[in-house]
C-alpha cells in the first residue's frame, strides 16, 4: 500500500494535499497529523468531499505518529511560518526545535520509508532530518529549488515563447538567498539562452526568481500552490520509479551539508547527484551558497 503520511496541515501542507488529490497517482492513503487536531479533522472532511470528481481514489484520514510505521512518504511542512521581512533563514531556531520533537516521535514508531522536507530554512530542515533519523542519505530529500526552478522556466517561457516544460534550466545552490542560476547550462531548444536574450535580461529573471517568495508573501501572506505542486511532483516520482531528474536538496557527503542541484529521484529516494558543469564565477556563487547553509548548521546544537 502506498501511505503518505503529511505533518503539518498550514498552507503549504493543504496545498501539496489538494494538488494530490486533484492528479493522477498512485497513493492509497493519506494521513495528516497536525497540533491542530480540530482543523485537521475539517481538512480531512473538506478533501474527502473531493473524492467523487477526484481521477485518483485516495482514503484521506485524520491519524497520529503510530501511523508513520508502515508509511513509503512522510511529507513535512510543518514549521513557523515566513513573515514579510523575514529571511527563511530567520527561521532557523524556531523550526529546529520543532523538528527535534518531530523526527523523535516519527522514529519511535520505526519508520523506513522515506522523507520529504518542505520546512524552511529548507537545505538545513533537510539537514536536520538526516542527523536526526539516522536514515541513509538517499531517504531525506528536501523540496529544494524544485520551486525556483519552476518559476524559473516559467520566467523563461514568458520570454521565449517556449513552453516551460521543454526548457531545460534549474536553480541551485541554497534554497534561499544565495541560490542562483547557471546560465551556462542553460539551453532551450538546444540553443544557449546567452543567444536568445541578453546578460541584462538573464541578471533580472534571476533576481526575479530570488525574491519571488518575498513579493507573494508580502501580496497575499505565504506561498503555498507552487510548492504544493512540486511536492507532489517528488512523491509521483518516488512512488512510480521514475528516475526523475529533479533539483531536490540532498546530502552533498564532499561538504557534510544538504543542497540542492539536479538529482535522480525513484523508489529509494535520492540515486545519485548531477554535478552541472560551472564556469569560474558560477563555482563561486556555489561555494557562497554552501559557505551559508555550512555557518547555519553551525549556529544549531544539534
Known amino acids: 500500500m502506498n501511505k503518505v503520511v503529511l505533518i503539518g496541515c498550514g498552507n503549504v501542507g ?3 494535499s489538494y494538488a494530490l488529490v486533484n ?3 498512485y497513493v492509497d492513503e493519506l494521513v495528516l497529523i497536525d497540533i491542530n487536531k480540530d482543523k485537521c479533522e475539517g481538512e480531512a472532511m473538506d478533501l474527502n468531499h473531493c473524492m467523487a470528481y477526484s481521477p485518483s481514489k485516495i482514503k484521506v484520514r485524520v491519524g497520529d505518529y503510530s501511523d508513520c510505521s ?3 512518504i512522510i511529507v513535512i511542512a510543518a514549521g513557523a511560518n515566513q513573515a514579510v521581512g523575514e529571511s527563511r533563514m530567520d527561521l532557523i531556531h524556531k523550526n ?7 523526527i523523535s516521535e516519527v522514529m519511535k514508531n520505526n519508520f523506513k520509508g522515506i522523507f ?3 520546512t524552511n530554512p529548507l537545505d538545513v530542515m533537510t539537514y536536520i532530518t538526516l542527523k536526526l533519523s539516522g536514515l541513509d542519505a538517499g ?3 528536501g523540496s529544494g529549488t524544485t520551486l525556483d526552478t519552476s518559476r524559473l522556466r516559467y520566467m523563461l517561457s514568458l520570454e521565449t515563447g517556449v513552453n516551460p516544460k521543454n526548457i531545460e534550466a534549474y536553480v541551485i545552490g541554497e534554497h534561499g538567498d544565495s541560490e542562483f542560476v547557471p546560465w551556462s547550462n542553460v539551453n532551450i531548444a538546444y540553443q544557449k539562452v546567452s543567444s536568445l536574450l541578453s546578460g541584462e535580461r538573464l541578471n ?3 533576481e526575479e526568481v530570488r525574491t519571488s517568495a518575498y513579493e507573494i508573501i508580502e501580496k497575499k501572506g505565504a506561498t503555498a ?3 504544493g505542486m512540486c511536492l507532489v511532483k517528488i512523491t509521483n516520482a518516488i512512488i512510480e520509479d521514475k528516475n526523475s531528474i529533479l533539483p531536490v536538496s540532498s546530502w552533498d557527503k564532499n561538504n557534510n551539508i544538504c543542497i540542492s542541484t539536479p538529482a535522480i529521484v525513484g523508489k529509494d529516494g535520492v540515486k545519485d547527484k548531477i554535478f552541472v558543469p560551472l564556469n569560474q564565477e558560477e563555482e563561486e556563487k556555489l561555494k557562497n551558497s554552501i559557505k551559508t547553509i555550512k555557518d547555519a548548521i553551525n549556529s544549531l546544537d544539534l
Open 96 to 102: 529546529s526545535n520543532i523538528f527535534k520533537s518531530i
Open 139 to 141: 531517504r531525506v530529500i
Open 23 to 25: 492528479q493522477k497517482v
Open 204 to 206: 533580472k529573471i534571476e
Open 225 to 227: 500552490y507552487g510548492i
Open 14 to 16: 493543504m496545498a501539496y
Open 70 to 72: 508502515d508509511a513509503k
Open 116 to 118: 520529504i522536507v518542505a
